[in-house]
């Protein structure tokens, strides 16, 4: 069983700052089936990046993915307001498809 | 467009069962897999497995095999969680997602709440 552990546990940042989100994988992610998600109180999560890097539909060019094998990041190079949620990883290379433990983002 | 549209908030006692609905529309219902997951207040997301809906085996993940019963029916294109002998730590917003990964359209949520 793949345990996904994210960090920080909680980012704070000014607008226009750049956001780093890792995701360390216990084990290889198999074909980097590496997926991250956005989740503001109240909504449902939403799919941000999949295959470890690749945008899924209407998601800002702000928001990219990377990494390969056990180390993964997301990143949002210049922070808005509206990106204020938590933040999750999940890998789906291996039954079960867990998720990390989620990063709280939020602005100073 | 795609849409999951999950059934309404339940409150139950424990030892009580729960279904929640979750009704897909936009796609070929046969063509994607549905998964559950559940969120628990203050805690982050938990994957509780999903079904495959042309094969309608179901991947349970560990502590949620037994009480935690997927199903689904194609005619109506909804699947269903059921939940039985309820427990206060089934307490949770339930979501419905489509695939089994990535989860690219989510259900709205249900909120479940186990309390005597």
């Known amino acids: 069983e793949i345990v996904l552990t994210q960090s920080p546990d909680t980012l704070s940042l000014s607008p226009g700052e750049r956001a780093t989100l890792s995701c360390r994988a216990s084990?290889?992610?198999?074909?980097?089936?590496l997926a991250w998600y956005q989740h503001k109180p109240g909504q449902a999560p939403r799919l941000l990046i999949y295959?470890?890097?690749s945008r899924a539909t209407g998601i800002p060019d702000r928001f990219s993915g990377s990494g390969s094998g056990t180390d993964f990041t997301l990143t949002i190079s210049r922070l808005e307001p509206e990106d204020v949620a938590v933040y999750y990883c999940?890998?789906?290379?291996?039954?079960?498809?867990?998720f990390g433990q989620g990063t709280k983002v939020e602005i100073k | 467009q795609v849409q999951l549209v999950q059934s309404g908030s339940e409150l139950k006692k424990p030892g009580a069962s729960v279904n929640v609905s979750c009704k897909a529309s936009g796609y070929l219902f046969t063509s994607y897999a549905m998964t559950w997951v559940r969120q628990a207040p203050g805690q982050g997301l938990e994957w509780i497995g999903w079904i495959n809906t042309n094969t309608r085996n179901p991947t349970y993940a560990q502590g949620f095999a037994g009480r935690f019963v997927f199903s689904f029916d194609t005619s109506v294109r909804t699947a269903f969680l059921q939940i039985t002998s309820l427990k206060a730590e089934d307490t949770a917003v339930y979501y419905c997602a489509r695939g089994p990964a990535p989860l690219d359209y989510w259900g709205q949520g249900t909120l479940v709440t186990v309390s005597s």
């Open positions: 999940q890998q789906y290379g291996s039954s079960p498809r867990a």
């Open positions: 084990q290889s992610v198999g074909g980097n089936y």
């Open positions: 295959g470890a890097s």
